[in-house]
């Protein structure tokens, strides 16, 4: 069957460390992989989108791998701050198909 | 630019009931996409609509259904409430799908609890 996991349901790292988030997916042959950030209350919003054909992609302090030997997606979030803490979402969309598939999601907090 | 905007934002209904949850997408988008999010589940696909064409569909039963109007806005209902029913039902929308432009923009939510 198809599955989407991130590796924890919570991640707790002191402020200025680097975040590394893990997006694991099993029987799905992805065009794409995004990540998308959730707060309390509130609708995912969209930060980073990857290509099968990519290795890495930046933006800011956030960086995202995709490894689709590993079938693997790492989300890192650099010199972390407070402000960062919110559930983080993976999300692929495979060839041939209109819809997006989400993981559970990691909760990061991190803390002063 | 207007984001995307759910009504209502919170109601509450019995078993048995049913509800018609209102979805209007970004000025210009053509996909709608409607997801359930419960704190077991996660964010759980229900339908993608595009110019009025249902596209894709999860694993829900009859009871969930959508439309999409040709104004690109969208409705889903949900007919004989179950309790498990109780969740924040998410809208999306993106120019075409996410596949091709990148991205979803979510509206804030409904949030349904079913007594």
């Known amino acids: 069957s198809q599955k989407i996991e991130q590796n924890s349901e919570a991640l707790n790292i002191q402020e200025g460390k680097t975040a590394t988030l893990t997006c694991n997916y099993t029987n799905y042959s992805p065009a794409y992989l995004q990540w998308y950030r959730q707060d309390p209350g509130r609708g995912p919003v969209f930060l980073l989108l990857?290509?099968?054909?990519?290795k890495e992609k930046r933006k800011e302090r956030l960086k995202v791998t995709f490894d689709t030997t590993l079938k693997q997606s790492l989300f890192h979030i650099t010199a972390s701050q407070p402000a960062d803490s919110a559930t983080y979402l993976c999300a692929l969309v495979q060839y041939n198909n209109n819809d997006m598939r989400f993981g559970a999601g990691t909760r990061l907090t991190v803390k002063p | 630019k207007a984001g995307v905007t759910q009504t209502p934002r919170y109601l509450i209904k019995t078993r048995g009931q049913q509800v018609t949850l209102s979805c209007s997408p970004i000025s210009g988008h053509r996909s709608v996409s409607w997801y359930q999010q419960t704190p077991g589940q996660g964010l759980q696909f229900l339908f993608e609509?595009?110019?009025?064409?249902?596209?894709n569909k999860g694993n829900f039963p009859g009871r969930f259904s959508g439309r999409q109007f040709s104004n690109s806005r969208s409705e889903m209902n949900v007919s004989t409430l179950e309790l498990g029913d109780s969740a924040l039902y998410l809208c999306a929308s993106s120019l075409d799908s996410g596949a091709t432009t990148g991205e979803l923009f979510f509206g804030e939510g409904s949030r349904l609890t079913v007594l």
């Open positions: 609509y595009f110019s009025e064409t249902q596209r």
């Open positions: 990857i290509r099968e054909n990519e």
